[in-house]
C-alpha cells in the first residue's frame, strides 16, 4: 500500500517533476544510442565490429571501455531503449563464447569454469574473461574466476527479449556456443550454474584466495571481497525467478520448480546473512560476510527495488538508507557512494586497487540512483523526489561537459568517462520498471 500511495503522490506532482522525468528519457536515449556500434563500423581502440551484431559499449564516447559489457549491456534494458532485434543479436554474441563442460585454463592459475560468460568481447567477438583483460587474460589482479554477476546479466537478457516479444521460439531455438550448437534456454541454465553458490544457502560464494578469487561484480571489480556476498546474491535470486518464468513459458514445469526453489532458497537466507539490526528501527546489509563486510547502500537499494525482503527489514533498510543521506556526504548532485562516508562499516573498503575517493572506493554514481529514489520512497516520497530532482539538475547543468558521467567527485574536481550508459539508461529503466514512468510519462 505504501508503494501504491508512493505512485498517487508523484501522479498529482507539479508539472516541473513530470518536465524532469521527461528529460531523463530522452537522455537516457540520447546516451544509449550513441553507445551503438553497427555491423562494419569501428571505434577508435576497439578496431572494426566484425561480429554480425550490432552491440552497444558502455558509454556514447566510445573509446573509454571499447568493447561489449555484458553487465553495463544488460544496464540497457528493462525499458524501451534497444529494440528486440538487436537484443537477440547481443545474446548470439554472448552464446558464443561459452566453453563447454571442460571449461577453459589460461597461465598464471586463470580458470573458466564449464558455461561461463565472460566479463566483456571484442568487437571481434573474442571473450575477455576479466576485467582489464583483452588478448592477455591477466595475472589474477581481477580475480582468478570470471566476476560472479555477467551469467545473471545473460539471463536478464533473454528474459528481456521474452518480454519485448512475448514468444518463446527463440529460447527453443539452437544458438552457436563453444560447446556446439545448443538451446537458448539451456545455454542460459548452464550459464546460471556456472557461478559457485553455498549449496545450503543458495548465496554466491567468493574468495580472496589466490586461484580461487572472484570479484562479486562488475562495479566493484577494484575491490576485493570474501564470504558469501550480496550484490551477486542477489542478482542470482533475480535470475533464477527469471529462469522459472522462461521454463513455465516453454511448458517445462520441472525446470519451472528447480529454479523457483533456488529462488525461494536464496531469498530465505539473505537476511539471515547480510542483514544487521540498528537502533531507531533501522537496520543495514553488509556486502559480504568476511572481507568486505561494509554498509553496501548500492546493494541496499537494488534488494528494496527487488522487492526480496520482508516487509519489516525493507521498511528498516530505506529508514537506514534515509538516515545515511540525511547525515550528509554519501550523495552528491543525486550521484552516490558505495558506502557511508564514515563510521564502522563505511568509509572505505579494507581492501581495493583504487585510492580513497577515487571509482568504487568514494567516487559518486548515477548507477545506483533509480534504485535508490525507490528505496527512499517507500518511507519518505519528498526524499526520493528530492533525489531525482538533483540529479536531473546535475545532467541539465553539465550535458554539454558530457553528463551524465561515469562517476564523479567534485571534492577533487573529478568527472570521469562522459555520456555513461548506466548512469542514464539504468536510472531511466529501474524508475520505468518500478512502474515509475507508466504512471508519469507515458
Same mark, same amino acid.
Given at each position: 500500500?505504501?508503494?501504491?500511495?508512493?505512485?498517487?503522490?508523484?501522479?498529482?506532482?507539479?508539472?516541473?517533476?513530470?518536465?524532469?522525468?521527461?528529460?531523463?528519457?530522452?537522455?537516457?536515449? =540520447?546516451?544509449?544510442?550513441?553507445?551503438?556500434?553497427?555491423?562494419?563500423?569501428?571505434?577508435?581502440?576497439?578496431?572494426?565490429?566484425?561480429?554480425?551484431?550490432?552491440?552497444? +559499449?558502455?558509454?556514447?564516447?566510445?573509446?573509454?571501455?571499447?568493447?561489449?559489457?555484458?553487465?553495463?549491456?544488460?544496464?540497457?534494458?528493462?525499458?524501451? &531503449?534497444?529494440?528486440?532485434?538487436?537484443?537477440?543479436?547481443?545474446?548470439?554474441?554472448?552464446?558464443?563464447?561459452?566453453?563447454?563442460?571442460?571449461?577453459?585454463?589460461?597461465?598464471?592459475?586463470?580458470?573458466?569454469?564449464?558455461?561461463?560468460?565472460?566479463?566483456?568481447?571484442?568487437?571481434?567477438?573474442?571473450?575477455?574473461?576479466?576485467?582489464?583483460?583483452?588478448?592477455?587474460?591477466?595475472?589474477?589482479?581481477?580475480?582468478?574466476?570470471?566476476?560472479?554477476?555477467?551469467?545473471?546479466?545473460?539471463?536478464?537478457?533473454?528474459?528481456?527479449?521474452?518480454?519485448?516479444?512475448?514468444?518463446? !521460439?527463440?529460447?527453443?531455438?539452437?544458438?552457436?556456443?563453444?560447446?556446439? =550448437?545448443?538451446?537458448?534456454?539451456?545455454?542460459?541454465?548452464?550459464?546460471?550454474?556456472?557461478?559457485?553458490?553455498?549449496?545450503?544457502?543458495?548465496?554466491?560464494?567468493?574468495?580472496?584466495?589466490?586461484?580461487?578469487?572472484? +570479484?562479486?561484480?562488475?562495479?566493484? !571489480?577494484?575491490?576485493?571481497?570474501?564470504? +558469501?556476498?550480496?550484490?551477486?546474491?542477489?542478482?542470482?535470486?533475480?535470475?533464477?525467478?527469471?529462469? /522459472?518464468?522462461?521454463? /513455465?513459458?516453454?511448458?517445462?514445469?520441472?525446470?519451472?520448480?528447480?529454479?523457483?526453489? =533456488?529462488?525461494?532458497?536464496?531469498?530465505?537466507?539473505? +537476511?539471515?546473512?547480510?542483514?544487521?539490526?540498528?537502533?531507531?528501527?533501522?537496520?543495514? &546489509?553488509?556486502?559480504?560476510?568476511?572481507?568486505?563486510?561494509?554498509?553496501?547502500?548500492?546493494?541496499?537499494?537494488?534488494?528494496?527495488?527487488?522487492?526480496?525482503?520482508?516487509?519489516?527489514?525493507?521498511?528498516?533498510?530505506?529508514?537506514?538508507?534515509?538516515?545515511?543521506?540525511?547525515?550528509?556526504?554519501?550523495?552528491?548532485?543525486?550521484?552516490?557512494?558505495?558506502?557511508?562516508?564514515?563510521?564502522?562499516?563505511?568509509?572505505?573498503? =579494507?581492501?581495493?586497487? /583504487?585510492?580513497?575517493?577515487?571509482?568504487?572506493?568514494?567516487?559518486?554514481?548515477?548507477?545506483?540512483?533509480?534504485? &535508490?529514489?525507490?528505496?527512499?520512497?517507500?518511507?519518505?516520497?519528498?526524499?526520493?523526489?528530492?533525489?531525482?530532482?538533483? *540529479?536531473? /539538475?546535475?545532467?541539465?547543468?553539465?550535458?554539454?561537459?558530457?553528463?551524465?558521467?561515469?562517476?564523479?567527485?567534485?571534492?577533487?574536481?573529478?568527472?570521469?568517462?562522459?555520456?555513461?550508459?548506466?548512469?542514464?539508461?539504468?536510472?531511466?529503466?529501474?524508475?520505468?520498471?518500478?512502474?515509475? *514512468?507508466?504512471?508519469?510519462?507515458?
Amino acid at each position: 500500500m505504501l508503494f501504491a500511495s508512493l505512485m498517487l503522490t508523484f501522479c498529482v506532482r507539479p508539472e516541473p517533476i513530470e518536465g524532469e522525468l521527461a528529460y531523463l528519457k530522452k537522455v537516457a536515449h =540520447e546516451v544509449v544510442d550513441s553507445a551503438m556500434v553497427l555491423p562494419g563500423a569501428g571505434i577508435s581502440n576497439g578496431g572494426k565490429n566484425t561480429t554480425g551484431h550490432t552491440v552497444r +559499449v558502455p558509454g556514447g564516447t566510445q573509446d573509454y571501455y571499447p568493447a561489449f559489457w555484458i553487465r553495463d549491456a544488460a544496464m540497457m534494458l528493462g525499458a524501451d &531503449l534497444v529494440p528486440a532485434d538487436e537484443l537477440e543479436g547481443w545474446i548470439r554474441v554472448v552464446a558464443a563464447t561459452q566453453p563447454g563442460p571442460d571449461g577453459i585454463d589460461f597461465p598464471h592459475g586463470l580458470r573458466i569454469p564449464p558455461y561461463s560468460v565472460p566479463d566483456h568481447i571484442t568487437l571481434k567477438g573474442e571473450a575477455c574473461w576479466f576485467p582489464g583483460a583483452y588478448a592477455d587474460q591477466g595475472v589474477g589482479n581481477y580475480g582468478f574466476l570470471p566476476p560472479a554477476d555477467d551469467a545473471f546479466y545473460f539471463v536478464q537478457m533473454a528474459w528481456d527479449y521474452v518480454r519485448l516479444t512475448g514468444k518463446t !521460439d527463440f529460447l527453443k531455438s539452437n544458438v552457436r556456443t563453444g560447446w556446439g =550448437e545448443q538451446p537458448l534456454a539451456d545455454v542460459c541454465g548452464r550459464a546460471f550454474e556456472s557461478v559457485e553458490a553455498d549449496p545450503k544457502t543458495g548465496l554466491v560464494l567468493c574468495s580472496d584466495i589466490p586461484r580461487k578469487g572472484r +570479484v562479486d561484480w562488475g562495479f566493484c !571489480d577494484s575491490i576485493s571481497k570474501s564470504g +558469501v556476498c550480496l550484490m551477486p546474491s542477489l542478482l542470482r535470486w533475480q535470475a533464477s525467478n527469471r529462469l /522459472s518464468q522462461l521454463f /513455465s513459458k516453454l511448458g517445462n514445469p520441472s525446470r519451472t520448480r528447480q529454479y523457483r526453489a =533456488e529462488a525461494s532458497l536464496t531469498a530465505a537466507n539473505l +537476511v539471515k546473512s547480510f542483514y544487521r539490526e540498528l537502533p531507531d528501527r533501522q537496520g543495514m &546489509l553488509v556486502s559480504a560476510t568476511e572481507l568486505g563486510r561494509k554498509d553496501d547502500l548500492w546493494a541496499s537499494a537494488f534488494a528494496i527495488w527487488l522487492g526480496v525482503l520482508p516487509r519489516r527489514i525493507e521498511s528498516a533498510v530505506a529508514r537506514h538508507l534515509l538516515a545515511v543521506i540525511r547525515a550528509g556526504g554519501t550523495v552528491i548532485d543525486g550521484q552516490v557512494r558505495h558506502l557511508p562516508p564514515s563510521g564502522e562499516f563505511g568509509g572505505y573498503w =579494507e581492501k581495493a586497487s /583504487s585510492g580513497h575517493d577515487t571509482y568504487q572506493n568514494g567516487g559518486f554514481w548515477a548507477t545506483p540512483t533509480g534504485w &535508490l529514489i525507490v528505496a527512499l520512497g517507500k518511507v519518505d516520497r519528498q526524499a526520493a523526489t528530492k533525489l531525482l530532482s538533483e *540529479y536531473v /539538475s546535475y545532467i541539465r547543468a553539465n550535458r554539454s561537459k558530457g553528463a551524465p558521467f561515469e562517476w564523479i567527485n567534485p571534492n577533487t574536481k573529478t568527472a570521469a568517462n562522459g555520456n555513461y550508459a548506466s548512469s542514464a539508461g539504468l536510472v531511466y529503466s529501474a524508475l520505468s520498471e518500478a512502474g515509475f *514512468y507508466r504512471q508519469r510519462v507515458e
